[in-house]
């Protein structure tokens, strides 16, 4: 969360002891005096997992589908051109096979990079950035960047850290003029079990000719540019 200048981080965290339902929010607000309420910028409801069906994708069909393959030195090297440099610690997509409007993307948590409690936030950024070489190889003369703004639903059903594979579908129709894109992800062993989904997951193109003229804050929720507690979360 970026922050202006005189502003502190607010998170609020209400549980329903009847059914475990917990309201999450993260915000800003003024240290002066009088400053005004705070802003929200984020809310999310977690619900605790109560058991499911076992999900598995068949690799097979989908690596039939996903013939291409995707250099992802190129991609970083655009972000990198645009003023959004991923570090090393940031580069999580190994290797990435493209279809129409699916991938299927190897991804590792580097070397030095944050461990989450249940999921590693890299391995779904990995995601994120195949997605952005996916778009810049179907529609090159797409201009801008797309900044994520929203989440439809996460389920984290199993522990993902060090390494998964990623299965992304694209529901927008790539063309040049497009000004949002959503897409779905699932995270998945090698075996094609899931271990996790985003759905719905939504960026819009931002009206910035450059990632440095973006809040700091803002990078971690680039979606795509131009190339050259106990309870596991549902």
């Known amino acids: 969360l970026g922050l202006a200048p005189g502003q502190t981080r607010v998170a609020r965290v209400e549980s329903d002891g009847a ?58 090297d655009g972000l990198a051109e645009r003023g959004f440099v991923l570090g090393p610690t940031m580069r999580s997509a190994v290797s990435v096979q493209v279809g129409a409007r699916e991938l ?47 989440l439809g639903e996460v389920s984290v059903w199993e522990p993902v850290h ?20 959503r897409f779905d992800v699932t995270l998945c062993d ?13 960026a819009a193109r931002a009206a910035v000719a450059s990632a440095s003229a973006l809040p700091r804050a803002a990078s971690a929720l680039v979606a795509a540019a131009e190339p050259p507690a106990n309870t596991p979360p549902r």
């Open 19 to 76: 059914d475990g339902l917990r309201l999450v929010s993260v915000g800003a607000e003024s240290l002066r005096a009088g400053g005004g309420a705070a802003v929200e910028h984020l809310s999310a409801t977690v619900i605790p997992d109560h058991g499911r069906t076992v999900a598995r994708l068949d690799l097979a069909a989908i690596r039939s589908r996903c013939a291409e393959d995707l250099p992802m030195g190129p991609v970083y």
């Open 104 to 150: 299927l993307a190897e991804l590792v948590t580097p070397p030095g990079a944050a461990r989450g409690r249940w999921l590693d936030a890299t391995l779904l950024d990995g995601a994120t950035q195949a997605v952005a070489g996916l778009v810049g190889m179907r529609v090159p003369a797409t201009q801008g960047m797309f900044l994520g703004f929203g």
């Open 162 to 181: 060090g390494r998964c594979l990623a299965y992304v579908r694209l529901a927008t129709r790539l063309h040049a003029e497009m000004t949002s894109l």
């Open 190 to 202: 090698d075996d094609g079990h899931v271990l996790a989904e985003v759905r719905d997951f939504a």
